[in-house]
């Protein structure tokens, strides 16, 4: 995988949260916070772990401290979940612009929230915070169906569909 890929996966990721948080926000605000028993709650829940997930793996690459509080749970509304997700897509786009093709296989040692250590190299983090937030999102979308909402679309193809060409 290239970084020019990777580039454009986040460039993905960026435009399906966009949709994923437009589209919570059109839910009552009793929906959007309701704890449906899922994933991390329900909806509120949900979109705030995806913001903390990217925010904790951009801390990692950048070697520096993780989130102060796990899980978003310093996020009391969508609105600041979406300004720290705003703040956290603009520093990983600035960290993807320098960074350089012959640093994807370059290793960090991860220490997971739930224990351990691992070695990946910075391609596998990449692929795995899209996978992660994809995954995520997919969740969101079926608690809103669970709400009686239509949700946004936010699959890959439809991206590209939205996006146009792909960039020579």
Same mark, same amino acid.
Request: charge should be neutral; hydrophobic fraction near 40%; proline fraction near 6%.
């Given at each position: ?21 437009? /589209? #919570? ?6 929906? +959007? ?8 709650? /329900?909806? &509120? ?12 793996? =951009? #801390? ?21 979940? %979406? ?12 960290? =993807? ?20 250590? !691992? ?15 994809? !995954? &995520?999102? /997919?969740?969101?979308?079926?608690? $809103?169906?669970? =709400? ?8 890959? $193809? +439809? +991206? +590209?569909?939205? %996006? /146009?060409?792909?960039?020579?």
């Amino acid at each position: 995988m290239t970084l020019s890929e990777i580039r454009d996966l986040f460039a993905f990721n960026a435009w399906a949260n966009r949709k994923i948080l437009d /589209g #919570a926000a059109g839910l009552p605000v009793d929906e +959007y916070f309701r704890d449906l028993k899922s994933s991390h709650g /329900g909806v &509120h829940g949900t979109l705030c772990h995806i913001v903390w997930g990217e925010e904790l793996w =951009l #801390a990692r690459w950048m070697d520096a401290p993780p989130p102060a509080v796990g899980q978003g749970r310093d996020l009391p509304s969508l609105d600041a979940a %979406r300004r720290r997700w705003e703040e956290v897509a603009g520093k990983q786009a600035a960290f =993807l612009a320098a960074f350089t093709d012959a640093r994807l296989a370059e290793t960090r040692v991860i220490h997971p929230t739930t224990g351990g250590a !691992y070695v990946h190299t910075f391609a596998e983090m990449f692929l795995h915070v899209v996978d992660h937030s994809s !995954y &995520h999102r /997919g969740q969101v979308v079926t608690l $809103i169906r669970q =709400l009686g909402h239509g949700p946004p679309v936010t699959n890959l $193809i +439809y +991206y +590209y569909r939205e %996006r /146009g060409p792909a960039p020579r």
